[in-house]
């Protein structure tokens, strides 16, 4: 029965064969660690997102008289209404989180390199709109801070060369954040994950079209890949778990620690609370705005800070393979940036009234710039030592073996080495 | 996917647990999200509604509003008693003392059987102008095409003048 | 990649000590059982809510509490079971009286940096000055009249007693804030159980799975 049904639908529609080539069968390869597993647990945030979203929206009431009530009729009288704004409020942390990984095993690994140029671009492009749905999600609640950031950040547009004060205005309906801005928020955050949902699509099939990457950077032979099912979706499901397990703890027994206290005072267009800060996410792109002390230069230095990895393929012009792994200057790069990225975050956190806090914010913002601006010097430099050195013998092994050659001269000059 | 990850012949118990297992975290999942669409305990609250019958003279009728429906109260005068506890209706019969606890009071849900819209009261009973429906003066359909009488709910009087709606 | 690890819970820890700033705030911990919870309950009625309200909080709740039926009676009148816990005062009379509306109490042990153990030594926070007027050491702006009379407390007996009411006023207002609280913690702990049975499952499966491979 079931064959005769799959029979009639493969003869009008690639099913099996489209389960078999891009799931089942898809060839993946086999010396993938777990820092490979950060896309799915993406994607299931995504669907955990939209699944609770759609819940809380049955309850939830865009208004700017009802919209704060609403929220506590959810925590308080609908049947696990709590449980489901929990699991949202923390799913929007916990989608950041994730994402970060992913990008800093791409970035690791140097996975966004060709030919996955494109792959890393749309990753980009999921980012901002990520970024759009977690910002405009956090006014819906309708607290101080919901309030007040909205009012930050719709106010960084009027940097806007002519038109500032009316894309301000356009962009809130209203001369301060107000009710028509609390519904048009409330539509398109609805609206974005589906745009997120395509744009996985798209990301996907960019990635089934130049396969994954892996730790060796190098693109192996059919005999190295496995079949992803069972293989990487047993693991992918044994990593699940694990991340389920740290999700439900700040779910179920630390979900205000994602939540900041003044969000449960109700907005109050006339009195801003003394700290407003962004959620922890947002923490390390603030402290740049903040840093510049120029209003244009700091929006400007915000907005190219998030798009600086966009230019990675360009900037990174070593051929080494392997990301990192094979590269002790790339590998100290990584960790200063990611050390940098954690003071831009302690900045953005401390309210920027000390002297010591603001310098502190001016240099990591240099060095945030300076690192991504002295890639292609660097790589090019240490690409040259590296032959020179002579690369270890099983990358050299590989490369020989998967015939890369980074140039002819280089190459016998790696050989030589190599037989050493 | 039983065929790919079973090894061989042998019987994989281990992936079969792990399969019930994970099969039922899923479902328990589920929970939350179908019981938040039940109604919340605010609108539970509503479930019961209080009347004061004080103010309701022999022949007068009240509707009160009782989890969002018309529910009349009719203070029954002897003769309307009478006349009701004489018959046993016609098209859904039954005695008028299987449909209230104190003959003067008589409560039913004011919502035509047919299909769903409030009857009127007119002369003695109540006509349905949707479909022209009538009732007598104990909620029983004596004409078409209702086909069932009024629905009586369940209340009880919480003292000598006050009715308790919702909970019997 | 251990060093990454390492890198984010050094993170952590410094954002930890930001956190710290709060410490000079004085610690409680908040009783969850239902008599504590009925007798701060009570002591706010008496002490808090002849000025403030607590919207989200009904008198039906407070019975769910085992707060006395007779009590309740008392304070909520004629107004029905399921009317929130308004304040007496109209809010013409509050700013005629403070120049501000007293804030809503439902959300209050959720709504100031540090939570519980703020409220509580804000409330307890009450001096008397040596020029005779009385202020507080948390929240010195504050136009609310101390409460408790803490601030008039003569020996250790009397300001022992007082810690205790607003202890058991500050649990109830914790158990307001978010009165599923303990619903979630105990749901917390199958879930948590569940998950470690699952995980330890996938874990045999992945590694029996992955050995055929070899």
């Not at chain 1, 009802?66 to 009729?73: A, R, T, W």
């Not at chain 1, 923490?283 to 120029?294: C, G, K, Q, T």
């Not at chain 3, 045999?204 to 070899?214: A, C, D, Y």
């Amino acid at each position: 029965m079931a064959n005769n049904i799959m029979t009639w639908i493969d003869k009008r529609f690639p099913l099996t064969s489209f389960v078999k080539h891009e799931l089942t069968g898809y060839p993946t390869p086999r010396n993938l660690s777990y820092w490979w597993n950060f896309g799915f647990l993406a994607g299931i945030i995504l669907m955990l997102q939209v699944a609770t979203g759609i819940f809380l929206a049955m309850h939830y009431k865009a208004d700017v008289g009802l919209s704060f009530d609403s929220i506590q009729h959810i925590m308080r009288d609908v049947n696990y209404g709590w449980l489901l704004r929990y699991m949202h409020a923390t799913g929007a942390s916990a989608f950041f989180f994730v994402i970060f990984v992913h990008m800093a095993r791409t970035l690791y690994y140097g996975s966004f390199r060709a030919p996955r140029e494109l792959l890393w671009w749309t990753g980009q492009g999921l980012l901002l709109m990520l970024m759009a749905t977690a910002f405009m999600g956090y006014l819906l609640p309708w607290g101080q801070m919901s309030f007040w950031g909205a009012t930050v950040i719709t106010n960084l547009f009027r940097v806007t060369p002519f038109f500032g004060e009316q894309v301000v205005m356009w962009l809130r309906g209203d001369f301060t954040v107000g009710d028509a801005t609390l519904t048009r928020f409330f539509s398109l955050h609805y609206l974005f994950p589906f745009l997120i949902i395509g744009g996985v699509i798209v990301h996907l099939v960019a990635l089934h079209s130049v396969k994954s990457s892996n730790p060796s950077g190098i693109d192996l032979a059919d005999k190295d890949n496995i079949p992803f099912h069972p293989y990487f979706t047993i693991k992918d499901l044994y990593g699940l778990g694990v991340f389920l397990m740290v999700y439900s703890v700040f779910v179920f027994f630390m979900p205000d620690s994602l939540i900041e206290p003044a969000n449960n005072i109700p907005a109050n267009p006339m009195m801003t609370p003394n700290h407003i800060v962004p959620e922890w996410y947002f923490l390390p792109f603030y402290a740049i705005l903040r840093s510049v002390p120029n209003m244009v230069g700091g929006v400007l230095a915000m907005g190219l800070s998030v798009m600086m990895f966009a230019f990675m393929p360009f900037l990174d012009r070593s051929r080494i393979p392997g990301g990192a792994h094979y590269r002790p200057i790339y590998r100290l790069q990584y960790y200063l940036f990611l050390i940098d990225m954690l003071v831009l975050g302690y900045v953005g956190y401390m309210p920027p009234t000390s002297s010591t806090i603001v310098i502190v914010g001016q240099v990591a913002t240099f060095c945030y710039f300076a690192s991504f601006f002295v890639v292609p010097f660097i790589s090019k430099a240490e690409e040259r030592w590296l032959i020179k050195r002579g690369l270890p013998a099983d990358i050299v092994a590989l490369m020989e073996r998967e015939k890369i050659d980074l140039d002819k001269r280089d190459s016998e000059n790696l050989r030589r080495k190599g037989d050493k | 996917m039983e065929e790919v990850l079973n090894d061989g012949n042998r019987r994989n118990f281990l992936l079969k647990l792990t399969t019930v297992v994970g099969g039922a975290g899923v479902a328990a999942t589920c929970v939350p999200f179908v019981a938040s669409m039940n109604p919340s305990t605010d609108v539970l609250a509503k479930a019961v509604t209080e009347v004061d019958l004080s103010g309701i003279p022999p022949g007068g009728m009240h509707t009160v509003a009782w989890q969002g429906q018309p529910v009349f109260v009719l203070h029954r005068t002897p003769e309307e008693i009478a006349a009701s506890t004489a018959t046993n209706g016609v098209i859904d019969p039954e005695p008028d003392a299987k449909r209230v606890i104190k003959p003067e009071w008589l409560v039913v849900v004011g919502v035509c059987t047919h299909m769903g819209c409030v009857p009127n009261k007119e002369g003695p009973g109540w006509i349905c102008h949707c479909h022209g429906s009538q009732y007598d003066d104990s909620g029983r359909v004596i004409r078409g095409p209702a086909p069932k009488n009024l629905a009586v709910p369940p209340y009880h009087f919480s003292s000598e003048n006050k009715l308790v709606i919702g909970k019997a | 990649m251990s060093k990454l690890l390492k890198v984010v819970l050094l993170g952590c820890l410094s954002m930890q000590a930001v956190w710290a700033s709060e410490a000079k705030l004085e610690k409680m911990s908040v009783a969850t059982d239902k008599p504590s919870l009925a007798r701060g309950a009570e002591d706010l009625m008496n002490d808090c809510h002849s000025c403030h309200s607590l919207k989200y909080i009904n008198y039906r709740d407070l019975l769910s509490l085992g707060v006395d039926k007779q009590k309740v009676d008392g304070w909520r009148g004629d107004a029905p079971l399921d009317s929130p816990l308004m304040s007496q005062m109209s809010e013409a009379d509050d700013m005629a009286t403070f120049a501000k509306v007293p804030p809503d109490l439902s959300l209050m042990a959720r709504a100031r940096d540090g939570g519980s153990n703020y409220v509580y030594s804000y409330l307890i926070g009450y001096y008397t000055g040596p020029d005779g007027v009385t202020g507080n050491h948390i929240f010195p702006e504050t136009k609310m009249p101390d409460p408790l009379g803490i601030s008039g407390a003569t020996d250790a007996a009397q300001r022992s007693g007082m810690q205790d009411t607003a202890k058991s006023i500050v649990s109830f207002l914790s158990w307001a804030s978010d009165p599923h609280e303990s619903d979630r913690i105990r749901l917390g702990y199958y879930v948590m159980g569940y998950l470690f049975v699952l995980t330890t499952l996938l874990y045999f499966l992945k590694k029996q799975i992955w050995s055929r491979l070899k």
